[in-house]
């Protein structure tokens, strides 16, 4: 796949490379991805050996950053866990690769985990991101109006991204006024998106990010195949013809923001 630009750089802000490393080695994903135009991604942890991974994989590779935490659907079974996982969570967070806390946040999509046990987790994840001074990642579905009351009641400002954004444009304000950036991901470039497309019309440049959230949601033109950073160009060249401007801009502005958010020079 050849670079699609000759001088922006494109920041896939999250994806688990973790995933089927046996069948598909980290530093080949890591070539095609520069190949076509990455220069830099999160792999964002969503368990204690996924977040470990994350870190380890982050000082093995220049373009790769890492992100800790725990993903509402693969919370462990009670509080006396849920304890023992955050306060690795806090350890893991001083790796020097790791630059943001999460993914964690509310999903009552699917009902893997207690809600109650999601609520205290983000909660906690929140807490660890603003003693540590990292921006949180978070996935909410199902439960937007919940999460950004939970965000609210939390009280302390709060800097992060509500990643792979998966509703209409009536909830994007809120997190907008809690000063939260909105990443958007493949399944924005889908047929039946609309909403996710309108949203994506309304976020002000200085707040949008783009993601594979690899290896899944591959966007419209891989559907079918395994999702991996090399596709962020598709969802890319989406969301641009969404906003009206080029995918040079697009690229410059999610790049610009990727680095500021997440403090990287
Ligand atoms: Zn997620
Ligand atoms: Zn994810």
């Known amino acids: 796949m050849a670079c699609p630009f000759n001088s922006v750089k494109l920041f896939d802000s999250h994806c688990h490379l973790q995933w ?124 937007y109006p919940e999460a950004a009351q939970l965000l609210e009641n939390f009280g302390a400002p709060i800097s992060g991204v509500m990643h792979c954004w998966s509703s209409g444009p009536d909830h994007v304000q809120a997190f907008l006024d809690l000063g939260l950036h909105i990443s958007f991901a493949g399944n924005a470039s889908y047929p039946k998106s609309e909403e996710l497309r309108e949203s994506a019309r309304i ?22 195949k395994r999702n991996e950073p090399a596709y962020i160009r598709h969802t890319l060249d989406c969301l641009a013809e969404t906003r009206s401007v080029s995918a040079e801009e697009l690229a410059q502005t999610t790049w610009t923001n990727s680095m500021s958010l997440f403090g990287l020079k």
């Open 20 to 143: 089927h490393e046996d069948q598909d080695p980290v530093p080949a994903r890591l070539q095609r991805a520069k190949d076509a135009g990455v220069a830099a991604c999160i792999c964002v942890g969503v368990d204690i050996p996924s977040s470990k991974r994350a870190c380890k994989l982050s000082t093995q590779h220049e373009m790769v950053y890492s992100s800790v935490g725990l993903h509402p659907n693969d919370l462990p079974e009670n509080r006396v866990e849920l304890e023992e996982q955050l306060s690795l969570v806090q350890e893991l967070s001083q790796d020097p690769s790791c630059i943001a806390i999460g993914e964690t946040g509310l999903d009552f999509f699917r009902d893997q985990s207690d809600p109650d046990l999601q609520r205290e987790s983000f909660r906690r994840h929140l807490e660890i991101a603003s003693d540590v001074d990292l921006p949180v990642i978070i996935h909410c579905r199902d439960a």
């Open 203 to 224: 976020v002000p440049s200085s707040r949008i990010l783009i993601e594979t959230d690899a290896p899944f949601l591959s966007p419209q033109p891989k559907r079918g």
